[in-house]
């Protein structure tokens, strides 16, 4: 199997690298915003835990958070491997993380992130807003909440994988295909 980390701040291109990536590698792409955000959707029970979290930019609790991802997990066993987008995003997560894929027998290959400038983030982000629908897209004061917990919170993981040897940047600003393409240079060597 082949496991990826796709990391990187809110806006920094991930689901859309992700949409490329699983077609080209044939691995299953999960995405915990999105799981979140169907559950929301569709009212499930997770959904309304989730909501008032995200509806602030905050993250939601690791206890749920780690159990929701461990199900995705499950539901595509088999699979050639998994690109994590938006997950893990606090110690805790990467902790759970690694000891489930232990339990599969199977490991993370790399933390593959897209780094970002703080301000091209903010301004892609509102623009996404225009049309995604998503409110926490929408609302410039969110959106820097969501980066300032990125930091906070999320931005610690960077020197959790590189102590482990497993840390790749990626320069995150260009067109779509650039960006790919330095991905992929990266996911070859693995
Ligand atoms: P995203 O789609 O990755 O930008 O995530 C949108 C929102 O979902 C975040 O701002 C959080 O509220 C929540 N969320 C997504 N993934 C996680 C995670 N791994 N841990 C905690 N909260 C998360």
């Given at each position: 199997m082949t496991n990826i980390i796709l990391f990187?701040?809110?806006?920094?291109?991930k689901g859309t690298q992700a949409n490329f990536l699983k077609e080209k590698y044939n691995l299953v792409h999960i995405s915990t915003g999105d799981v979140f955000r169907y559950n929301i959707k569709n009212e499930t029970e997770l959904g309304d835990l989730a909501k008032s979290f995200m509806s602030k930019g905050k993250l939601v609790p690791d206890e749920i958070t780690i159990d929701m991802l461990s199900n995705e997990v499950d539901k595509n066993?088999?699979?050639?491997?998994f690109i994590f987008d938006?997950?893990?995003?606090?110690e805790a997560q990467a902790d759970a993380l690694g000891h489930l894929m232990d339990d599969k027998d199977s490991q993370i290959n790399a933390m593959v992130a897209l780094e970002v400038d703080d301000e091209v983030l903010v301004q892609r982000l509102l623009e996404r807003g225009k049309t995604s629908g998503r409110a926490d897209d929408a609302d410039e004061s969110i959106i820097r909440n969501r980066i300032k917990v990125y930091y906070n919170e999320t931005a610690i993981l960077k020197d959790y994988y590189d102590k482990r040897g497993m840390y790749y940047g990626v320069n995150?600003?260009?067109?779509i295909e650039e960006i790919t393409e330095r991905l992929s240079k990266v996911i070859d060597t693995l």
């Open positions: 990187g701040p809110p806006g920094a291109g066993c088999g699979s050639n491997g938006g997950f893990p995003r606090t995150g600003e260009g067109s």
